[in-house]
């Protein structure tokens, strides 16, 4: 089949490159002409693992194509994704304005029925907004359809290969055809497409995305407590998620959850409950609580150092908002960056990954080291910001002939607490019990 995905964004590239290893013809279309000159070379503008070999299978196959054009792709297509950004507006609410101007541009070039594919997330009720915007502008028929992503940064391309569910919101018969042939790799091998209507399917995108923020903000209610009266969290934790009804996943504590994600949508759906005048009380909370939670160690950081942190220089080992990533959006390491800069500390960060990111934010206020070593030469203190693998086992016989201080602020839970003691470390995490030093 042949289809179209307008943007190029994670969400777009991820399941633009799906579609074609699944044997489509797919057209990526962006505006930013460096950017699909770039593609159109073999270059993947973004970090995700295992993304670039299929990417570029894909295109020496001569099934994934880029263009600026949109006519041109529309032409050529029966499905036409949209995954574009809905960024935050000041009110929390999504800002549809990306969506709605395509949905304009294709009403006026399509020549021929066309299925309309919501792949952003969208609040309930866009793709009756989509529906009128492109009726506005022709009579030809066509159908809309919400088909949430539920991607993780990180995973991405192992989620969008094997799905846990496909869901798709449609009211039409020969949309619904259409999108089980799209998916029938999927089916084949037992994966589930739940069928919906269009508003039912846009809410369950965010419901879910909001759902494990709550769940990972409960974690840290949890941690935090476990704290004052000396509990351990990681115990907790492994508890609780042997019952089957909780589970496992989303259940580690640390300093917040950040992203492009669930910070976004967690505001969007209080502020589509403001709308509909029902507040969304737990998402309220949750909301205060994680603001919170993401500097929680600065004041961990402060009462070590006595109150004064003017002058201490601090290292930063992670600056995504997760490993795995470039993504920096509303990573907790900016949050403790900024309040530490203001207490008058002097921060060497390091991140290969995403200390491009970062530059292009704060520039030269903080150092930024080419290892995690060097980033700490004489430091006072560590702060691990991003759980990447490369910092599970580090030498800490290094690190403390590096560092001024044997101190580390965990606020990912790297290390066993008996690793840390073993070396002479002051160590302090989120949940769990403090290690002084010897």
């Known amino acids: 089949m042949n289809i179209t995905i307008v943007g190029t964004g994670y969400v777009g590239l991820v399941t633009g490159t799906t579609l074609a290893e699944l044997g489509n013809s797919v057209y990526c279309v962006d505006i930013d002409e460096k ?14 693992p295992n993304l670039e070999e299929m990417f570029h299978r894909n295109i020496q196959s001569q099934r994934l194509f880029f263009t600026t054009n949109l006519k041109e792709a529309l032409d050529k297509s029966e499905v036409v994704y949209l995954a574009l950004p809905t960024p935050p507006g000041e009110d929390g609410s ?38 009128e915007v492109i009726s506005s502008k022709t009579n030809i028929p066509f159908d809309v359809v919400s088909n949430p992503e539920f991607l993780r940064e990180g995973f991405a391309v ?17 949309a619904k055809n259409i999108m089980s042939k799209i998916y029938q790799p999927f089916t084949n091998t037992g994966i589930p497409i739940i069928f919906m209507d269009e508003k039912s399917s846009e809410l369950t995108k965010y419901a879910s995305n909001s759902f494990l923020a709550v769940k990972i903000t409960f974690m840290n209610e949890i941690a935090n407590y476990c704290e004052k009266v000396g509990a351990d969290v990681d115990k907790v934790r492994l508890g609780m998620g042997s019952d089957d009804r909780i589970g496992h996943r989303f259940l580690f504590p640390g300093i917040g959850y950040g992203g492009s994600c669930f910070p976004k949508d967690v505001k ?10 029902f507040n969304f009380r737990i998402l309220e909370a949750t909301e205060n609580v994680n603001t919170t939670q993401k500097v929680i160690l600065v004041s961990d950081i402060e009462k070590y150092f006595e109150g004064d ?45 995403a ?52 101190v580390i602020f965990d606020g990912r839970n790297m290390y066993p607490l008996e690793v840390p003691k073993q070396h002479g470390f002051y160590y302090k995490s989120i949940g769990r019990q403090t290690i002084l030093n010897p």
Request: glycine content about 6%.
């Open 35 to 48: 950017k699909v000159e770039g593609m159109k070379n073999g270059i993947v503008p973004i970090y995700e």
């Open 355 to 406: 200390e491009n990111n970062v530059r292009q934010i704060i520039g030269d206020q903080i150092q930024y080291a080419k290892t995690m070593y060097d980033a700490l030469e004489g430091a006072d203190a560590l702060f691990i910001a991003t759980e990447w693998p490369e910092f599970k086992n580090p030498n800490f016989d290094l690190m403390a002939e590096k560092m001024n201080n044997k």
């Open 309 to 353: 942190l003017n002058g201490k220089k601090i290292a930063i080992w992670g600056l995504a908002f997760k490993a795995n990533t470039d993504d920096i959006r509303e990573a907790s390491s900016l949050d403790n960056i900024n309040l530490l800069l203001k207490k008058g500390a002097k921060i060497t960060a390091y991140d290969l990954i």
């Open 158 to 174: 192992e989620d969008s290969m094997n799905p846990a569910r496909v869901v798709v919101g449609s009211s039409s018969e020969r």
């Open 268 to 277: 969007a759906l209080i502020k589509s409950g403001k709308q509909e005048d």
């Open 94 to 131: 999504a800002d549809l304005s990306y969506v709605l101007s395509v949905a304009n541009s294709i009403g006026e070039l399509m020549t021929e029925y066309k299925v309309i594919v919501n792949k952003s997330t969208v609040p309930v009720g866009t793709a009756e907004k989509v529906r």
